[in-house]
């Protein structure tokens, strides 16, 4: 149904009294995650991802890292984002060198810092500062999800929003340095320069 009918609401149908029969059958939980994400039903596939996690007991593995990290994109994609930063949270001391988990856990703190009080903000900020710093440290080719480009890009943005002109431009040259062609970076270093 999925893959040859496109019709991911009748997979997940289908899938949801497989996993009544195999209740423990992870793989088969995943599958039926992917249906309802694509059918439009986000709750049900926060279920699922929940059940994948109660099914390890408590146990660290670091794939479970990778489950609480898909389950932070089911809650952004519902909108909740403190749900969201919880589970990247429990997915970082998990696997605290998973690329993927980093950039999501710095993108969603800077996204948080527009929101809330003035205290929150600056936490937030502070967190994605962190976030970012620590993706410095890792390995990133070609396949990252993020480049090392990106990363000096945030960081940019971060000390811009700290106040911080000197710092902001030496971030976004380093950002250049990594890509000339990157237009975020191109476009805040020439608002900073004017």
Known sequence: HMTKRGDPASAADLLEKASELAASD????LSLCDAYSASGRGKK???ALQKIVESYGGRRSKELATIHHRLAKAFIAEGDKPQALDELDVAFKIDPGSVPVLKDLGLLSLDLAEMGDEKSAKAHIDRAQKTFR??????????SPISK???????G?????????????????????NDKDFV???ELMARLRS
Do not use: N, T, W
Not at 157 to 174: C, N, Y
């Open 157 to 177: 943005e971060i000390s811009h929003r700290q106040g911080d002109k000197k710092k902001a431009v030496q971030m976004l040259e380093r950002a250049l340095d």
């Open 134 to 143: 620590a993706l410095l440290l890792q390995r990133l080719d070609q396949d």
């Open 184 to 186: 975020p970076a191109q």
């Open 26 to 29: 992870r793989d088969l939980l």
């Open 149 to 155: 480009g990106e990363v000096f890009f945030y960081l």
């Open 45 to 47: 596939a926060i279920e």
